[in-house]
């Protein structure tokens, strides 16, 4: 069975760092692409990065670049969100999601159970 | 404001057809990018319920379908059922943006 298990949200202050991490199991992680994506409370979800199978091609939405840096251990089978000067906008569910694809498009299948991160002073 | 969008709600009555829409750009839907379907149940995670405009993934019942036409994508709910109370998001890729993107989630109500 495909398991994604978020860990290390927590309560921080405006301006703050955080690292989150996404255990992954039951299936060739190395394999996949995974991507972060957010869920504000009351919101839809918000793609917030991408990293490909071999952690080469990073990609970041706008709202993050330059804040977060996503990474990779294909050999612990775990994947990393280094945030950093975080605001109360960043406030959210962080889900990992494996990233599945067909002729460059992608999709996200399936979801962690999330990880709560608060910012707030 | 999503780049994609979605009426906020559908409702209908057990057993009736409900239509979503999941309207983009040219630099999205319009450029050729496929569109994907989630659900999210309250107090749940959200769910792939299709993937490249028009397939289900194994275990999504059939009474779910999409399709995609220009700059607009649609999920119909065919034989509306209680378990289907939800939200639904449609998802694409934005060559402007150059990211994911989610449109803003339409609730459905079964009356």
């Known amino acids: 069975e495909v398991q994604l298990v978020e860990s290390g949200g927590d309560l921080v202050q405006p301006g703050g760092s955080l690292r989150l991490s996404c255990a992954a199991s039951g299936f060739t992680f190395s394999g996949y692409s995974m991507n972060w994506v957010r869920q504000a409370p009351g919101k839809g979800p918000e793609w917030i990065s991408y990293i490909s199978s071999s952690g080469v091609s990073k990609h970041y939405a706008d709202s993050v670049k330059g804040r977060f840096t996503i990474s990779r251990d294909n050999a612990k089978n775990s994947l990393l969100l280094e945030m950093s000067s975080l605001r109360a906008d960043d406030t959210a569910m962080y889900y990992c999601?494996?990233?599945?694809?067909?002729?460059?498009?992608?999709?996200?299948?399936?979801w962690g159970q999330g990880t709560l991160v608060t910012v707030s002073s | 404001q999503s780049v994609l969008t979605q009426p906020p709600s559908v409702s209908g009555a057990p057993g009736q057809r409900v239509t979503i829409s999941c309207t983009g750009s040219?630099?999205?839907?319009?450029?050729?990018?496929?569109v994907h379907w989630y659900q999210q149940l309250p107090g749940t995670v959200p769910k792939l319920l299709i993937y490249?405009?028009?397939n289900r993934p194994s275990g999504v019942p059939d009474r779910f379908s999409g399709s995609k036409s220009g700059t607009s994508a649609s999920l119909v709910i065919s034989g509306l059922q209680a378990e289907d109370e939800a939200d639904y998001y449609c998802q694409s890729y934005d060559s402007s943006l150059t990211g994911f993107v989610f449109g803003d989630g339409t609730k459905v109500t079964v009356l």
């Open positions: 040219s630099s999205n839907i319009g450029a050729g990018s496929d």
């Open positions: 999601a494996r990233g599945a694809s067909a002729a460059g498009f992608e999709w996200f299948d399936p």
């Open positions: 490249r405009n028009s």
